[in-house]
């Protein structure tokens, strides 16, 4: 027992950091530090079973929410969810201000560098930043020059990579200021740890990190050129398929802002809008988290879409702020650090606070020969690209490797810094095995609000249990941590609540919504219900294919396998009954097609297009809509192998992805606001169902017609066995399933109730004001649905299928066709209906394209 | 000499542009020896938005907008300018090496200026071939002048005019391999040369005076915009040379604006929206304006 702390010494073993490093934890005298008694106190009560379940939890819950550095990449090594650590990252309060001051001063230094670089120049000028420097550096773009930014306002959200060295002692490792990614990532974790210790948090005095956001919020809103009282703001994104979506979306959500991608921009008379479903809507400040050089591809040229072209000079006409600052991104190279000694006693006329990991530039002739001589004790970098990309480690390179790299650097010195390594300070990491050592580096935040930087009371720790030296990168898959700033006495309790003077205004619109996120919504909507179409088909073909009877034994078996062959499920071979007898048996063909990605209506690729659209609405989905959602992609996967998927595996596979999406749809149901992503949705899921139960029902009108199995095997598609029991109370007859099926307008599955709620959900989207009576889509789905309320089956359906009666074959025939003809209007003005929908709300402008490259030249 | 410039561009489509956001490089600019009178740039339709700014090198940018939608848009500079001859040059300069010192030092406001044209820029940079093809004509102590000359009559010799070989985008490293191209190629091949020795070099766009075959009338709108180079020279400051003529820049060429390759001073940039197919011609007029005749008119 340590009889200052009450903690049993072995609380934390087996945990022994090497003498070399710094240790967070334990005095040098193997005290535990002070600022971590309280917390190791509370920590040694609990018990280890007890510790494994939170661990367990804290890391289950990071699990569901996706947090992951790229929710959606079709390479799976860029999804791997984070593991957080169950202890987090204690330090003393009076320790972290005085790292704070530090990272405030870095802040402002570079801002006032930037400023200068993008105006006056006089530090190049004096030679205080070196203009080889500049001029080489790729990301140097003369299109940044004098935009109108207010002094030292630069960089209003600044990034900066800290770890101590063995003497305790802080240097910054990196500095990020092109869209910082971190603080997201930073808030989740609070989240999770504060649920895992609700206790220990409050115990140990922590700061909070919702302040920092709200001025945050302020500062931004200061900024807007238009003096109006909510100016808007969006967060501009790169797009789902880049590492920090998760945390584009997380922030954006927190922070209450539209999420946007550069599609979602227009430039109209040096104002910038959103496109959105009630037309363009001005917007004040972005907060950009592309890279700069593809803000305006009028200016830079860029091959991708995520900026809009004009923003330059609507930034130039001050119609628009863009933060962080377009030309921010110079100060992440690392070249810059070997100067910042020198440009922080030129700019601030005082030295650095927080000083830089040794760096040298080779441009630099003395340092260039420093380099050449200790190459194996540093790690080289290209000289003008962010921290954290190509990293070079001198002692992991042979003789002739280092000649090559020496050979290199002196041909572009320029080209190149060296850097010190640094031996990160060691912290306990637990594992249900036992505590181990892990090596810390933290990302810290700071963020210009009333004339000052201020730093967020936390950072995103990331730890690994190997001493080498660290990817500077977040996305290098290390652990993570809280950290928690500990103070002495109780926090001063910030109410998160509005003061009276704030009240919101109540509302019932949310905001804008961007057409695109309109359009994916849609299809979503359409995934979701084709999936659930599918999966039961399958379910019931399975089903057939596994009973005690023989495949030809089962009647019908060909319809149903005709449907599946329609919808893509199984190679269309299968539903010619002469082809048969030469194909691999249905039995094993089945399940590996459910599963086959390579082709795009298989169930697994529809279920892969769920999850890929979904996370491209994230911000318009709950968070308990995205789990489930989560759910559905996750656990639709064989345990056997794709080719070798027993029927019976397969079949509680599809149970289950039946379950899940019926969760998913009830939530959506029941939880999501009637506003028009909900209608959008909701129009996909109903247009996809009506396309599916024509589909269905033009199957069965092809000679010959259904048997009562088949239409047995309908009603066990549709779900409606029971109902159909209920009612009817006798042998299947193709007259009430048609009914149900058709016409009922009581049954959420049938055509007509498909398209009447098509009709109401089409009357709310927003008018076009010069509209006179119907629009196009109105009139589309008013057409098809009177065509189908005026269908009578008592009277027009034959009463005897199967009979040699002239007058009922003519019948008979007569409904079938007139009913064909229906079904398949139906279709074509479903097709139409999506079409006239995505012409007035989702496309407002096709792709943009280049004059520059048709020109003829000089 | 006096001219009167009108550099027209039309651009037809089939369909409506609903969109169109563009900047144009299309306003000469004064220089020592050229002077600008009388500038005008007309547009129809009628832009939505129009402003002139300058950008980091000295050269008057015109931004512009339509997002009424129209078929047919057409970009009209006209400018009168007038260029003085070129002053005679000393035949012995200093040798090229001390100026590619004196950038490297950068003591002076003139050398700091002429540094940012030393690098790499998107379209010129630096290449083996280039600096070796380059280093033939530089040889240890030659004065820079002449040598810079030399160079220039080694490329226009080497170098065969067609306008087939190359498009907007061709890499300068397939334009030294397969030695042909058109004026904006050779501009650029040239500069890679000389800052692959170190020197300052930058890219000038403007219009070059031509004249009709013997006996027949100068053809109104047959001229073209053209590209040359400029290089640092230290006290001598910044030598205009040709290599599409094999000469240096005189009272025949007509600045417009300059920057580190094509890609900063390009005369007509747009992005646009819509359109379906879409035609585009250009029309140059350089037409001289006879001092003498004027004199006569105004005097009658």
Same mark, same amino acid.
């Given at each position: 027992m340590d009889i200052e702390t009450?903690?049993?010494?072995?609380?934390?073993? =087996?945990y022994m950091p090497p003498e070399t490093v710094h240790d967070e934890l334990r005095l040098s005298t193997g005290e535990i530090r002070p600022h971590w008694r309280t917390f190791a106190k509370g920590f040694a009560r609990e018990q280890q079973s007890e510790l494994a379940r939170r661990w367990e939890h804290a890391n289950q819950i990071v699990h569901e929410n996706g947090?992951?550095?790229?929710?959606?990449?079709?390479?799976? %090594?860029?999804n791997h969810p984070w593991q957080i650590d169950l202890l987090p990252y204690l330090i003393a309060a009076e320790e972290w201000d005085r790292l704070s001051a530090g990272i405030a001063q870095r802040a402002k230094l570079l801002s006032l560098v930037l400023d200068d670089l993008y105006g006056p120049q006089q530090l190049l000028k004096s030679g205080d930043l070196p203009p080889e420097m500049v001029y080489a550096?790729?990301?140097?773009?003369?299109?940044?020059?004098?935009?109108?930014?207010? @002094?030292?306002?630069?960089?209003?959200f600044f990034g900066c990579e800290v770890a101590r060295s063995p003497d305790g002692r802080w240097w910054a490792m990196a500095d990020r200021a092109e869209?910082?990614?971190g603080a997201g990532y930073a808030l989740e974790n609070r989240i999770v740890i504060s649920r895992t210790w609700p206790r220990l948090i409050h115990d140990c005095h922590i700061r909070r990190l919702a302040p920092f956001f709200m001025r945050w919020q302020q500062a931004l809103a200061e900024l807007?050129?238009?003096?109006? $009282?909510n100016p808007r703001i969006v967060l501009l994104t790169a797009?789902? !398929?880049?590492?920090f979506y998760f945390e584009d979306v997380y922030l954006a959500r927190y922070l209450g802002y539209t999420l946007v991608e550069g599609g979602d921009l227009a430039v109209r008379d040096n104002c910038v809008f959103i496109k959105t479903l009630d037309g363009l809507v001005q917007i004040d400040v972005i907060v950009s988290r592309v890279?700069?050089?593809?803000?305006?591809p009028l200016e830079i040229r860029s091959s991708n879409r995520n900026g809009a072209a004009g923003l330059l000079q609507a930034i130039r006409e001050g119609n628009v702020v863009v933060v962080?600052?377009?030309?921010?991104?110079?100060? %992440?190279? @690392?070249?810059i650090m070997a100067k910042l000694p020198q440009l922080c006693r030129t700019v601030l006329k005082t030295e650095l606070i927080l000083p830089s990991i040794a760096t040298w530039w080779c441009g630099d002739e003395s340092s260039q020969q420093y380099v050449l001589d200790n190459l194996a004790k540093l790690v080289i970098k290209?000289?003008?690209?962010?921290?954290?990309g190509t990293e070079i480690f001198g %002692?992991?390179?042979s003789n002739s490797e280092q000649q090559e790299l020496a050979g290199k650097i002196r041909q572009a010195p320029a080209d190149y810094v060296a850097q010190e390594t640094i031996a990160r300070s060691a912290s306990p990491v637990w594992k249900s095995e036992g505590m181990q050592v892990g090596h810390a580096a933290l990302r810290t935040f700071a963020m210009r609000h009333a004339n000052h930087y201020e730093v967020m009371p936390g950072a995103l720790v990331r730890v690994a249990l190997?001493?080498?030296?660290?990817?500077?990168?977040?996305?290098?898959?290390d652990g993570s941590k809280d950290a928690w700033i500990v103070?002495?006495? =109780?926090?001063e309790k910030v109410s998160l609540l509005p003061t009276a003077d704030d009240v919101p205004e109540l509302r019932r619109n949310s905001p804008q919504l961007p057409s695109r996120v309109a359009d994916n919504l849609f299809w979503l909507g359409r995934h979701l219900d084709r999936a659930e179409v599918s999966a039961r088909l399958l379910r019931v073909v399975i089903d057939r294919l596994s009973g005690e009877r023989d495949a030809d034994e089962v009647p019908e078996l060909p319809a149903l396998i005709h449907l599946l062959a329609e919808g893509g499920q199984?190679?269309? %071979?299968?539903?010619i009954e002469d082809m048969q007898g030469s194909l691999p048996e249905i039995e094993q063909r089945l399940p590996a097609a459910i599963f086959d990605?390579? $082709?795009?209506?298989s169930l697994r690729s529809i279920v892969n297009e769920i999850a890929r659209l979904a996370s491209t609405v994230r911000d318009r989905l709950s968070n308990d809509t995205w789990r489930a959602v989560n759910r559905i992609d996750e656990r639709?996967?064989?345990?056997?192998p794709q080719d070798k998927v027993p029927l019976d595996e397969a079949l509680s596979l599809l149970n289950q992805l039946v379950i899940d999406l019926a969760v998913c749809g009830g939530l959506i149901n029941?939880?999501?606001?009637?506003?028009p992503a909900w209608r959008f949705l909701t129009m996909g899921r109903r247009t996809e169902r009506a396309q599916l139960t024509s589909g269905l029902l033009l199957v069965l009108l092809q000679p010959p017609l259904p048997s009562s199995s088949v239409l047995d095997a309908v009603l066990d598609v549709m779900d409606l066995q029971m109902t159909y029991r209920a009612r009817y109370l006798a042998a299947i007859r193709p007259a009430p399933v048609f009914d149900l099926l058709l016409v009922? $307008?009581?049954? =959420?599955?049938s055509l007509l109730y498909q398209l009447s709620e098509l009709q109401s959900l089409i009357h709310l989207? =927003?008018?076009?004001?010069?509209?006179?009576?119907?629009?196009d889509e109105q009139k589309i789905v008013s057409d098809v649905l009177h065509q189908l309320q005026m269908v009578d089956l008592s009277k027009d359906? @034959?009463?005897?299928?199967? !009979?040699?009666?002239v007058d009922s074959v003519n019948k008979g025939l007569e409904f079938e066709l007139n009913l064909v003809e229906l079904l398949q209007n139906q279709q074509d003005a479903m097709k139409e209906l999506t079409a006239a929908i995505s012409r007035k709300?989702?496309?407002?402008?096709g792709t943009p394209r280049r004059i520059q490259d048709e020109l003829t030249r000089p | 000499m006096n001219y009167r410039v009108t550099h027209t561009t039309t651009y037809k489509t089939t369909?409506?542009?609903?969109v169109c956001h563009n900047a144009a490089w299309l306003t000469p600019r004064d220089t020592g020896r050229q002077k600008v009178s009388n500038h005008e740039i007309t547009i129809k339709p009628a832009p939505s938005i129009y402003s002139v700014r300058e950008d980091v090198f000295g050269n008057h940018v015109t931004h512009f907008s339509l997002?009424?939608?129209?078929e047919q848009l057409e970009v009209k500079a006209t400018s009168q300018v007038s260029v003085a001859p070129l002053a005679p040059m000393p035949?012995?300069?200093? /040798?090229w090496e001390s100026i590619v010192k004196r950038i490297q030092v950068h003591s002076t406001v003139a050398d700091l200026d002429a540094l940012q044209f030393k690098f790499d820029s998107p379209r010129s940079h630096y290449s083996l071939a280039a600096a070796d093809y380059a280093r033939e004509t530089f040889?240890?102590?030659? /004065?820079v002048y002449e040598a810079v000359l030399e160079l220039t009559s080694r490329v226009n010799e080497d170098f065969t005019y067609d /306008?087939? +070989?190359?498009?907007?985008?061709? /890499?300068i490293a397939e334009v030294l391999r397969k030695r042909r191209g058109v004026c904006q190629d050779f501009a650029h091949v040239q500069i890679a040369m000389l800052r692959s020795l170190g020197l300052a070099a930058r890219y000038v766009s403007g219009y070059v005076r031509t004249y009709p075959p013997a006996g027949k009338p100068r053809l109104v709108g047959a001229d073209a915009s053209h590209a040359w180079l400029s290089v640092y020279c230290g006290d001598l400051g910044w030598i205009d040379v040709d290599p599409t003529n094999d000469k240096? +820049?005189?009272?025949?060429h007509i600045t417009l604006s300059w920057g580190r390759d094509y890609g900063d001073v390009t005369p007509l940039k747009g992005i646009y929206t819509g359109g379906g197919k879409h035609a585009l011609d250009v029309s140059v007029d350089v037409a001289p304006i006879e001092t003498d005749s004027e004199v006569i008119s105004v005097a009658s």
């Open positions: 009450d903690t049993p010494a072995s609380t934390f073993d =087996p947090i992951t550095y790229n929710v959606f990449d079709e390479k799976p %090594e860029n550096h790729p990301n140097y773009h003369h299109s940044f020059h004098k935009l109108p930014v207010g @002094p030292e306002r630069r960089l209003m869209g910082p990614a807007s050129p238009r003096a109006t $009282e797009g789902s !398929t880049q590492p890279n700069e050089s593809d803000l305006d962080n600052a377009p030309g921010s991104g110079f100060v %992440e190279s @690392p070249a290209p000289a003008f690209e962010p921290s954290g %002692e992991h390179l190997s001493a080498d030296p660290m990817k500077l990168s977040i996305s290098a898959g103070s002495e006495k =109780p926090v199984i190679d269309p %071979e299968y539903a990605l390579t $082709e795009p209506r639709f996967h064989p345990a056997s029941d939880g999501m606001v009637r506003g009922d $307008e009581s049954n =959420p599955r989207l =927003p008018a076009d004001a010069q509209q006179i009576g119907l629009s359906m @034959p009463e005897n299928w199967n !009979t040699t009666d709300y989702l496309v407002h402008s | 369909n409506r542009v609903s997002n009424e939608g129209y035949t012995d300069t200093t /040798p040889s240890q102590g030659r /004065p /306008p087939k +070989a190359t498009t907007v985008t061709t /890499p240096r +820049a005189g009272e025949e």
